[in-house]
Every structure is written in structure tokens, then in C-alpha cells.
């Protein structure tokens, strides 16, 4: 990377992972409580409307702003005609949410409490819409330092609030608190931050950011497809009790993927997109973060596979012990998810939506894959085993996207990442070992047990050196927090 670009990478890092992981700490707190106050088939419920509202909200969130960001030509006067768009699209869908209601309803048996729960749900689909373009500038202005501290402000506070709610018995209605009024008060945040006005819909001005934002629409609409499908199946076939398991499994493997990739993709795709003409260093910056993820990744997923037990049971107790084989085989695809954080960025950094677009439907095609296999043995932990193969056919082919867009070999990522998933077998086989010899019995003894061995492996590759570019960025923030330059 260039001085400038690594230096505004690392402060973008730098704020957002504090933020990150500080909110972090706080939601495994909060959700740890909720989960001891509110059933699993709450939680299944829950889970299942808001499928239908990232569906509605997330598709054409994701799809606009980048294409501002990316799109360095785009006027005042067209910027508030895009506001002016938004705004209307967010009041059409919300409408086109609401009357899609009772079809939801009577799919799931005529949920009651579904019912209520999509429609006070449905106010987050209009105020996170109506947020794209003064979200989408700050991100141009790498305002990173905002964006981490407004996140982190308002998740915590009304988190909070989503535990007191909880505790005066609102039950499944205190679930909901979160996502309403932080879109509220992300919307309220963010105009005050970026007044921007609203100007008559301007044709020209939404072509301008369609042939950017048209891939990454559909784009959108296959990642929702793939991440949710699932539940949509399990909560249908297997029921709502089986589907709150899966999905706590399913949110607890999301923590470590959605806490590095929320940290790097907001920073990585306004930096990369100022050096779109220059492939060779988008490349080598892309090598890197590759070779720095995949340092700790893949130890991740081992240290987590053998934590499984400590780490349910400590968090949600003996109400949630069937999530335990769940999250074990989940924890598995941990390590290639969190090697993919940075293709999103890259792809459309290069103006390669398009490749991400065609390796969402090979990521949606593998899932479904999965669950008819699932189905036709009817076996909810045989879909977690198919749902891993998914993610790992799937970083194959984004790898493959990338070598070939960039004119290299595939051999040069093999290369990068092929030490660390040795280490992380021999890890495996050592934990392995010590469960069947020792057998840790109770949860503190276990958690103990794998943590140590976890830092003693890390201490290890780093003593040896093989750990290079993650000892570089600690140090370099170690040098941010000293105020060195």
C-alpha cells in the first residue's frame, strides 16, 4: 500500500474496530441476558421477520451507496435528486412490505405474533432506506471516526433499553426495540451530520449510479438469499424451536465475521476505489490483507470448535444446549468467511460487481444444495455440515474471480494461506487429543483448558515469525495510540 492509503486504512481500522469491538463486548452481554429471558421460539419468530426485512431494506441499501461512494463525478444538485429518489423508494417498499403481510402470516400457520412483529418491523425498512445517501457521504469523506462512534452510541443505548424492556416481561417486543429505533436514530444522526436536500428525480442522475449499483442490487438480493434462506427452510420444516437454535448458533459464528469485514469494508472500498487504475496495487494490498487474515482465521476456527460447549452453556445456559452441535459444525466455515471480508471491496474497487454478482448465485446454489440434501435425510445438524461445504466452494470461486480479473494465478493465493491451515490442523489434532485423554468436565475447566492452548499456539507463530503482517498492524496501531505518526 502507499503511505497515505495504509495510513488512512489503519485510522479508519483503528476507530471502527474500537468502536466494533467495544459494541461487541456489550452485545454478547445483552444478548446473553435476553436469551435467559426470552424463548427460543421467540427468537426463532424474530429470526424469520427479519429475513423479510433485510430482504426489503438491505437490498437497495447496499446496492445505492456504494455506487456513490465509487462514483467520484455526482453533483450537489444530483446527490439531493438521488436523496429524492430514495426516499420515495423507501415509502413504495415499506407499503409493498405491509401488504405482503397476511401472505407471510398465512405461510407460517397464521402466526399471531408474526404478524405484529412484521409490522412494527416494517418502520425499520423505510428510516434505513431514507438513510442511503448521507451514510453513503460520509463514507466518502472517511469520516470513520463518526460512523464508529455514532454506531457504537446508539446500539448501546437502545440495547439497554432492549434488556430493561425484557425484564418488565415485553418478552418477544423487547427483541424488537433495537433495530426500530436505531434506524431512527441512524437516520436523525446521519442528515445531521450531511444535510442533504431534495431536488425533482432526475433521470440522468439515477443512470449515473445504476450501471454500478444494478449488480450489486442483484448482488444484494442473492447474499440475502443465501444468508437467509435457511432459516426461511428450518423454521417451515424443522420449527420455530429448532430454528432459534440454529439461528443463535448461526449469530454467535457471525460475531468474529461481521466485527472484521464491518471493520474493513467500510474503511477498504473508499481507499481502494481512489487507486481503481492501478490493479498491481490493489492486488498486493489485497495479498496482504489475505495473508493477515488468514494468520489468526483459521487457529480462530479450531480454538472455537472446542470452545463450543463453554461458550453456549456460559452465555445462554441449559435452555440452549441443543445449539451446542450446531455452532461446533459452524464454527468450521468461520475461518473461509472471514477470508472473503475483503472481495466485496476489491471487486467493486476494480468495477467487478458483476463477478460478485455471479459468485453470489454460486454461493446460493450451493446452499440450497444443501438443504435438499437436509430434507431428504431430515436432519437439521446434516444442513449445518452442507451449509460449510457451501462456504468453502464459495471462497473458491470469489478466488478464482480474482485471479482471473487481475491476470494472476490462483497458486499465488494458495500460497499465501496454505502454512496457517497446516498450523491450524496440527491445533486440531493436539485439542483433539487432549479431549479425548483429559475430558474436561465442567464448562470453566474446558473454556480454560482451549483458551490457554489458543494463546500458547499464537504466542508460538509469532515467536517463530509467522506472523508478519499481524504483528505490523498491531504495532502500528500500538504507535496510533502512542500518537506516533
Not at 431534495?198 to 444484494?220: E, G, P, R, T, V
Not at 440475502?224 to 439461528?247: P, Q, S, T, V
Not at 448465485?361 to 435438499?372: E, G, I, K, Q, R
Request: proline content about 3%; charged content about 10%; some cysteine.
Amino acid at each position: 500500500m502507499q503511505s497515505k492509503l495504509k495510513s488512512e486504512f489503519l485510522s479508519g481500522v483503528f476507530y471502527t474496530s474500537i468502536a466494533k469491538y467495544a459494541g461487541l463486548a456489550f452485545s454478547i452481554i445483552i444478548s446473553a441476558i435476553l436469551a435467559r429471558l426470552i424463548e427460543p421460539k421467540d427468537f426463532g419468530i424474530v429470526a424469520i421477520a427479519t429475513i423479510f426485512i433485510n430482504f426489503f431494506s438491505i437490498l437497495t441499501t447496499v446496492g445505492i451507496s456504494p455506487a456513490i461512494v465509487q462514483n467520484k463525478t455526482i453533483t450537489e444538485r444530483e446527490l439531493r435528486s438521488i436523496n429524492s429518489f430514495t426516499f420515495a423508494l423507501a415509502s413504495a417498499l415499506t407499503l409493498i412490505f405491509v401488504a405482503s403481510i397476511p401472505l407471510i402470516q398465512l405461510f407460517y400457520d397464521n402466526s399471531a405474533k408474526l404478524k405484529s412483529v412484521l409490522l412494527f418491523l416494517s418502520v425499520s425498512i423505510f428510516f434505513s432506506i431514507a438513510s442511503i445517501v448521507p451514510n453513503a457521504m460520509i463514507l466518502k469523506a472517511k469520516l470513520f471516526k463518526f460512523i464508529a462512534l455514532r454506531t457504537f452510541v446508539i446500539h448501546l443505548v437502545f440495547g439497554i433499553i432492549s434488556v430493561v424492556c425484557a425484564y418488565l416481561g415485553l418478552g418477544i417486543y423487547a427483541l424488537l426495540i433495537n433495530p426500530i429505533f436505531s434506524s431512527i436514530c441512524l437516520l436523525i444522526v446521519n442528515f445531521k451530520k450531511f444535510p442533504v436536500g431534495f431536488a425533482h428525480i432526475n433521470k440522468n442522475a439515477i443512470d449515473k449510479i445504476l450501471s454500478f449499483s444494478i449488480y450489486q442490487f442483484l448482488f444484494n438480493l442473492v447474499y440475502i438469499g443465501y444468508r437467509n434462506i435457511d432459516k426461511f427452510f428450518i423454521g417451515k420444516f424443522f420449527g420455530m424451536a429448532d430454528l432459534g437454535y440454529y439461528e443463535k448458533s448461526y449469530r454467535l459464528m457471525m460475531l468474529p465475521l461481521e466485527n472484521v469485514s464491518s471493520v474493513i469494508s467500510p474503511v477498504l472500498h473508499p481507499l481502494l476505489s481512489e487507486l481503481q487504475n492501478d490493479k498491481d496495487k490493489i492486488w498486493s494490498s489485497y495479498l496482504k490483507m489475505l495473508r493477515m487474515l488468514s494468520e489468526f482465521s483459521f487457529i480462530l476456527s479450531v480454538a472455537l470448535y472446542f470452545l463450543s460447549d463453554s461458550i453456549i452453556l456460559f452465555l445462554y445456559g441449559e435452555n440452549w444446549k441443543f445449539a451446542i452441535p450446531l455452532f461446533k459444525i459452524l464454527s468450521l466455515s468461520v475461518c473461509f468467511q472471514l477470508l472473503q471480508a475483503p472481495i466485496g471491496a476489491v471487486l467493486q474497487s476494480i468495477n467487478k460487481v458483476k463477478a460478485l454478482f455471479y459468485g453470489g448465485l454460486w454461493m446460493l446454489l450451493f446452499v440450497t444444495l444443501a438443504l435438499f440434501v437436509s430434507w431428504y435425510f431430515n436432519s437439521i445438524v446434516g444442513l449445518v455440515f452442507g451449509i460449510d461445504i457451501a462456504f468453502f466452494a464459495g471462497f473458491i470461486v470469489y478466488q478464482i474471480y480474482l485471479a482471473h480479473f487481475f491476470g494472476k494465478s490462483i497458486v499465488n493465493i494458495i500460497v499465501v494461506i496454505i502454512s496457517h491451515l497446516l498450523y491450524a490442523a496440527i491445533f486440531f489434532a493436539i485439542c483433539f487429543a487432549i479431549k479425548r485423554v483429559v475430558q474436561p468436565q465442567s464448562i470453566i475447566t474446558s473454556a480454560l483448558v482451549y483458551s490457554l492452548l489458543t494463546i500458547v499456539v499464537f504466542f508460538c507463530l509469532k515467536t517463530m515469525g509467522k506472523l508478519p503482517e499481524s504483528s505490523i498492524l498491531v504495532q502500528d496501531i500500538i504507535n496510533k495510540i502512542r500518537g506516533r505518526k
